[in-house]
């Protein structure tokens, strides 16, 4: 589903080149979650940028099933993203504006597609918060805001989900149960998830881990 | 400095002399009082000229002079309103404080206008502004003037009546038939008034003189000045002379006198009849630079009379500050002499002009 | 000391620079604001602060004059002459010509030019005319009736001619001599050429007088009064510029406050960017709180911030104000000269004072403006500067409360509104436009929430973008209020100023159509004012009379007056009631021939509504004249609208006014043609009668339309000021939009990632500009309408007098709200770009 060969992606920095990624390759099926562990900088949230087609391999080609994001325009990488691609942050990152169900259906509606809310309060229900959908978002818990947040992600039935460091602010026992979800969600929807994370718990849940050092794959454990 | 330019040009060339013809003095003229103490317009140039020595109970001496002059500039018939410039009216006016040492003077120029400044036989006045000379019923004439420095209020009353200058009404001043002036004179006018200087009032009484002239261009080319004398003696007689100075500093034959004895009758003298000379003391102006003899001697064989003229004041030379006049030098002065070797004393006044510039037009 | 400064230096000026777009829209707003005060503060002096300057230069060394309705009879100058006291006289002609070749008015002077040489003696200096005849060879033409001294501002020479209009006829001139001028253009004549050439002989227009020292100007004036006739004004020199001044003073206060708007508006944009600076530097702020800074040392810091703003934008007003200066003199000129007293503009004079004064305005006001957001900073406590996670900083708004507030506001400034004027000013009407502003200024968050509320179904479906928008403008709901104050204020001081004027033209108009009945109107050539009444030769008037296919010309004849220290217009017609007559409205609702046939029987006049406003009089009521020599008086039979001029108007008939002023020259002639005439065919003839006069023929569409331009012109620089004000605004949203945009540059990131285009990115900021122009537009027109109402019916009633009725000028608002939303709009674009280039994963990931 996620197809990386032999990345490389230099970031320039007060003038100097500094490489993110070096020589990365990977293949990522349907249904697989698999976690990205490393030190900060070690290019765990560079590699979930390139795999969302939220940037360009300095050289390399990225395929989202099937897709090359080479040579594509602003807004073909736009209509990727909405199509195959959902995102789960460590801030959460919902609209503080907007209610629950109203950050939901935002990528349905920046998509521009019918039955917005419909879509959205079903996913709402399958993160278990149906209740919750006229809620504002300083009005939940962390992990209340997480799962909102994953149910934006998957609101547009994305073949690809990218979490970075999802359980960055929960404490344990909702770290836990928000990696649960995402599993449960991986196998659901058949998407391939990626996860980048520092916690050994969280990439316990996975069932691929690849570490990271320095922009290379250092080590891969399957379960 | 301009402005002194444009005044000299002003009075040099403003007046088209010959655009209408004036009448010009001829022999024969007869005079008709009060008639004649008016304007005579039909002339060019015309004045009334007041002179007098003064004194208060206590001795203070003034000397003041008022002079009213009429210069016609146009006789356009067409030009009817008021502010036609038919006739010019300058004035002068000058108060000599000879015990104070001190010389006031002013000068002013208008037309008619509305009632600015004019002669009315009507009203029996001649006045520029607010100075002027009224005639009442009875002969008496009232003078007043005032500028910033003074004031003065004279009543005048004539002991003598107007004595003609000249022979066959006329007075000849230089060879030619009009080359001559209208000119008499009061030569007695027994003053009373007052005079206000610097805010002080000083009731004053003394003897005046009055010359009153017209003419049209009178003067010869080539006379570039006159010495003009008028003496009030205390034996109740007066003198008049002038004397016609010529470029070449010789003196015109036509220079005349007149002598008026106590009862009023007069004489002509003619240069031949008298003479007079510089003698003595100079002052020099130091604003103009101009240098006047302001010591004279005067001799009358005829008469039997030698008579020294000095002034108590010798700086009383009148600067116009219109510079429409030229500078000349007018002012009191005192006689002492002989007549017939008893001693006589008097008093009068002197006028010198074209020391500064010839003088072409008035006087 | 040190310590703070450099505290200071590096926590809040430091950060500054990192926005130059952003403050420099702020110091730009400030430099506007000042740059307009000061641009008016200097034209107003130069407009209105040199009446008559040429005459008034040339009068200098006096300070008594005599003068009289219709001219001072001459006889007068020679009876002060002649008075026993030590005057110095200056009797004059004064009025005006136009040069034919260049179509400009200059003063035309008639002096004596030999009584001047006696000022010449007594001044010993130069005359002060500059010796017009120096040099001159006088012995030709001199005295000549076409002589005339020619100032240096002219450019003639010496010995040139100079054809030149002077009432209704044209007349060619010699130069004689030039003189210098001093930049103030006029021609001198001797007075009695210039009597001849202005047809008034037997008449001075003034004489000028210098009275001795020794006791007071007014006690003189006072003692010659008592000597001349009863109809002489005998005053003190610059009376008739001080009543100017006076009459004046409306008009420029008013001007004046107007040209406070723009810094008002700036003032909100100070409070914004200042409040910006405080929300984005809390961590800042905390963090120098932890290392020892007091809460004074903050609130100096912030505070100090905006005098920065303030100083600079000061500095920058300051000559930008000079320059605007240039053209507001230009504009200002019109209208004194349409509606109160002809004048030059006078120089420009940028004095101490005044740049002073700009620059504590400017400072001032920015300092007053950032004073709330900088105590709130100085609220700020050490432990926020942990608070690193915390992005937003969520400002309470106290809605309810303010909504509150606002409405004891709207109540005081309804009771202001209703109070009457103080000395001739409406200070509480003044005061009841502020209350209104502050009202609705604190009514707008209450407004914009309720109003972006009860719109969001609709906004929604109006697409992402505009729900994005609604709920970007509702999160920052203090900053949108204050932008949409901001705006809000220009648009109503806009909308208030443009429905009081489109008002006050439609009256005009209405009112025309009963004032201006008559086919043709005639006037001597040369450019109309309001004080100046030049005469038509009265034999013009009866050919006309005479002519085949005229059934009646009417002849009005006007004269300045000053009635009871008020500089006002006087004049005379003739009131037989043609039967095309237009219908005057008076205020007791009677016909016009009832009144009219009162002025003719009686000692009657009518007088204009501002007359009776000014002095306080009303119908019935007696009023005395200067006419002629005479004193007379006469009742007011009744008042009429009168939108012609702000001076007050005294009307009489003709028969009455010659009684005292036998003087047949009329101003004005109205030619009426007969019914069924071609008006063609008697325009030709009326043309072909006057060939030989300057005189403009209007037809009355012509007329109209004159009298239209005119009041256009008189109200373009009410346009201007608005138009700056609109523009500070429109500067502040685009300020405001670009800080938005940074504060939400992460949201603006997510968005990215959640699958907007960058398209959609634009569309959202551009519909966040399009929300909020179109709330401030609302709000404005709103605001505006209640501000029209102050200023029609309290500030111009008591200010100026005119009944103005209220109309909506639906065209010219329309079309300036279309412009300002268009341009909100297009302020966005920047902010919009910047948006749209942001580099989401950046972003994102930053904090």
Redesign the interface.
């Known amino acids: 589903m996620v197809t990386l060969r032999n990345i490389v992606k230099d970031y320039s920095a007060d003038g100097q080149l500094v490489r993110a990624l070096d020589g990365v390759s990977l293949e990522v099926a349907a249904g697989e979650f698999i976690a990205f562990v490393g030190r900060s900088g070690c290019g765990k949230s560079t590699l979930l940028n390139l795999a969302g087609a939220m940037d360009f391999p300095t050289t390399g080609e990225v395929l989202l099933d099937g897709i090359s994001t080479n040579s594509r325009d602003d807004s073909a990488l736009t209509k990727l993203r909405r199509e195959k691609v959902g995102f789960v942050f460590q801030a959460f990152q919902l609209i503080n504006t907007l209610s629950v169900v109203e950050n939901v259906e935002l990528p349905l509606l920046l998509a521009g597609t019918n039955h917005a809310r419909q879509t959205a309060v079903e996913r709402l229900s399958s993160v278990e918060l149906a209740c919750l959908e006229n809620r504002m978002p300083h009005q939940l818990s962390g992990g209340q805001m997480q799962r909102v947040a994953i149910a934006r992600a998957l609101v547009n039935n994305p073949k690809i989900l990218l979490a970075d460091e999802p359980t960055g602010n929960l404490d344990t026992a909702t770290g836990t149960v928000i990696l649960d979800l995402l599993k449960r969600l991986t196998r659901e929807q058949k998407t391939a998830t990626l996860m980048a994370t520092h916690s050994a718990e969280a990439a316990a849940v996975a069932d691929t881990v690849i570490e990271l050092r320095d922009g290379k794959i250092a080590r891969i454990i399957r379960k | 400095m301009?402005?002194r330019?444009?005044?000299a040009?002003?009075l040099f060339?403003?007046f088209?002399m010959l655009d209408v013809p004036y009448r010009v003095a001829l022999p024969g003229y007869r005079y008709e009082f009060p008639r004649d103490f008016f304007a005579h317009s039909s002339f060019q140039t015309e004045w009334w000229y007041t002179t007098g020595n003064v004194k208060t109970p206590d001795g203070r001496a003034f000397g003041f002079e008022l002079t009213f002059f009429r210069q016609a500039?146009?006789r356009d018939e067409s030009?009817h309103?008021?502010?036609?410039?038919k006739d010019?009216y300058l004035a002068h006016l000058a108060l000599s404080d000879l015990d104070g040492g001190r010389f006031y003077q002013?000068?002013?120029?208008?037309?008619t206008?509305?009632?600015?400044?004019g002669v009315s036989a009507q009203d029996g006045k001649v006045?520029n502004?607010?100075w002027?000379a009224l005639w009442s019923k009875d002969g008496t004439q009232q003078l007043?003037a005032?500028?910033?420095d003074f004031?003065f209020a004279f009543s005048l009353k004539s002991e003598k009546l107007p004595v003609i200058h000249g022979e066959n009404g006329i007075s000849q001043k230089s060879e030619g038939v009009g080359r001559a002036s209208h000119y008499f004179s009061q030569t007695r006018l027994v003053t009373n008034g007052t005079i206000e200087l610097k805010g002080k009032r000083h009731t004053v009484s003394g003897l005046s003189w009055m010359d009153h002239e017209f003419f049209t261009h009178q003067l010869a080319a080539d006379q570039v000045g006159w010495d003009w004398f008028s003496i009030q003696l205390e034996d109740g007689t007066e003198l008049m002379f002038f004397i016609l100075r010529r470029r070449d500093g010789s003196i015109d034959p036509y220079s005349a006198g007149t002598y008026v004895d106590a009862s009023g009758k007069s004489t002509h003298l003619s240069a031949a009849d008298f003479s007079l000379t510089p003698e003595g003391a100079v002052w020099k102006s130091t604003a103009t630079g101009t240098t006047y003899p302001i010591q004279w001697r005067l001799v009358v064989p005829k008469l039997d009379v030698a008579l020294e003229a000095r002034t108590r004041l010798p700086q009383q030379e009148l600067m116009?500050?219109?510079r429409?006049a030229p500078s000349y030098w007018e002012g009191a002065v005192e006689f002492t002499g002989l007549r017939a070797n008893t001693s006589l004393r008097g008093s009068g006044y002197l006028e010198m002009t074209g020391y500064n510039h010839p003088i072409q037009l008035i006087k | 000391m040190t310590g703070n400064a450099k505290l200071f230096w590096r926590l809040m000026m430091r950060p500054l620079a990192r926005e130059p777009v952003r403050l420099g829209l702020a110091v730009i707003a400030v430099a506007l604001g000042v740059a307009v005060v000061l641009a008016i503060d200097l034209a107003g002096t130069a407009a209105t602060g040199s009446f008559h300057s040429s005459l008034e230069t040339l009068a200098s060394n006096y300070n008594l004059e005599v003068t009289a309705t219709g001219g001072v009879p001459e006889q007068i100058v020679g009876q002060l002459a002649t008075l026993p006291f030590n005057f110095v006289l200056s009797p004059r002609m004064e009025d005006v010509a136009v040069v034919s070749e260049t179509k400009k008015t200059v003063v035309l002077l008639g002096l004596d030019l030999i009584n001047e040489a006696n000022i010449l003696q007594t001044e010993s200096r130069k005359l002060e005319t500059g010796n017009p005849y120096a040099g001159e060879d006088l012995s030709k033409g001199f005295f000549a009736d076409d002589s005339i001294w020619a100032g240096s501002g002219l450019g003639r020479k010496k010995g040139q001619q100079v054809s030149l209009i002077v009432g209704d006829r044209e007349k060619t001139f010699t130069v004689r001599g030039v003189y210098d001028d001093k930049n103030q253009p006029a021609i001198i004549m001797d007075i009695a050429a210039a009597q001849r050439a202005l047809g008034r002989t037997e008449k001075v227009d003034r004489i000028l007088m210098r009275v001795p020292d020794g006791q007071n100007v007014d006690s003189w004036a006072k003692q010659i009064a008592s000597i001349l006739p009863p109809g002489m004004e005998v005053r003190a020199v610059g009376t008739s510029t001080e009543e100017n001044r006076k009459m004046l003073a409306a008009f420029r206060w008013n001007l004046k406050l107007l040209s406070y708007i723009a810094l008002i508006v700036g003032a909100f944009l100070i409070y914004n960017t200042i409040s910006v600076s405080v929300v984005r530097r809390r961590a800042e702020i905390g963090i120098a709180r932890a290392l020892g800074a007091n809460r004074a040392e903050i609130l100096f810091a912030f505070v100090g911030e905006a005098a920065a703003l303030g100083i600079i934008g000061a500095a920058i007003g300051v000559p930008l104000g000079r320059i605007m200066a240039a053209g507001a003199v230009k504009l200002m000129g019109t209208t004194v000269n349409a509606l109160y007293v002809s004048s030059r503009p006078g120089p420009i004079q940028l004095g101490f004072t005044s740049v002073l004064t700009a620059i504590a305005v400017g400072i001032g006001v920015a300092v007053v403006a950032a004073y709330a957001p900088a105590r709130e900073a100085a609220q700020v406590t050490p432990v926020e500067a942990m608070a690193r996670g915390r992005r937003e900083f969520i400002v309470r708004v106290h809605k309810t409360r303010d909504f509150t507030i606002a409405l004891v506001l709207a109540g005081a400034a309804w009771a202001s509104a209703k109070a009457p004027a103080v000395g001739g000013k409406p200070l509480f009407g003044y005061f009841a436009t502020l209350l209104v502003i502050a009202a609705g200024t604190l009514a707008i968050p209450a407004a914009v929430s309720t109003v972006i509320r009860a719109s969001s179904r609709f906004l929604k479906k109006s697409g992402v973008a505009a729900l994005l928008a609604s709920r970007s403008l509702l999160g920052s709901l203090r900053r949108t209020s204050v932008l949409v104050g901001a705006l809000a204020t220009a648009v109503a001081m806009m909308t208030a100023v443009g429905i009081m004027v489109g008002s006050f033209r439609i009256t005009v108009i209405q009112w025309m159509e009963g004032e201006v009945p008559a086919d043709f109107y005639v006037r001597p050539a040369g450019n109309p004012s309001v004080d100046r009444h030049p005469t038509i030769s009265p034999e013009l008037a009866d050919k006309f009379a005479a002519l085949p296919g005229v059934e009646a010309v009417d002849r009005l004849r006007a004269y300045e007056i000053s009635y009871d220290g008020v500089p006002t217009t006087i004049a005379a017609a003739d009131l037989h009631g043609t039967q095309k007559r237009g219908r005057t409205d008076f205020f007791s609702g009677r016909p016009s021939e009832d009144v009219l046939e009162e002025l003719r029987t009686g000692n009657s006049v009518v007088v204009s509504e501002p007359f009776t406003y000014k002095h306080g009089v009303k119908r019935g009521d007696t009023i005395s004249l200067k006419l002629g020599t005479s004193l007379a008086s006469f009742r007011i039979a009744d008042v009429y609208y009168d939108y012609g001029s702000e001076r007050g108007f005294v009307l009489m008939d003709r028969s009455v006014m010659k009684k005292y002023l036998p003087d047949d020259a009329p101003s004005n002639l109205a030619v009426y043609v007969t019914n069924g005439a071609d008006p063609r065919r008697v325009r030709e003839e009326i043309e072909q009668a006057a060939r030989d006069y300057r005189v403009l023929i209007f037809s009355n569409g012509d007329l109209r339309h004159e009298a239209i331009k005119i009041f256009d012109k008189t109200f373009a620089i009410t346009y201007a000021l608005e138009a700056i004000a609109v523009l500070v605004a429109i500067m502040g949203v685009a300020g405001a939009l670009l800080a938005l945009v940074i504060d939400r540059k992460r949201e603006l990131g997510l968005l990215r990632f959640l699958g907007a285009t960058g398209a959609q990115i634009r569309r959202m900021i551009l519909a966040e500009a399009a929300l909020l122009g179109l709330l401030a537009n609302v709000a404005g027109l709103l605001l505006g309408f209640a501000l029209s109402l102050i200023l029609i019916f309290v500030i111009n009633k008591q200010s100026f007098g005119w009944t103005i009725r209220f109309h909506w000028p639906v065209a010219v608002l329309s079309g300036a709200i279309s412009l300002i939303f268009a341009a909100t709009v297009l302020a966005a674009f920047y902010p919009a770009r910047i948006a749209m280039r942001l580099n989401p994963v950046e972003v994102v990931h930053e904090e």
């Open positions: 301009r402005n330019a444009f005044c040009a002003f060339a403003t088209p500039v146009s030009k309103d008021a502010w036609d410039v010019l002013s000068e002013r120029v208008n037309r206008g509305p009632g600015i400044a006045w502004g607010n002027f007043r005032q500028n910033d004031q116009g500050g219109t429409l």
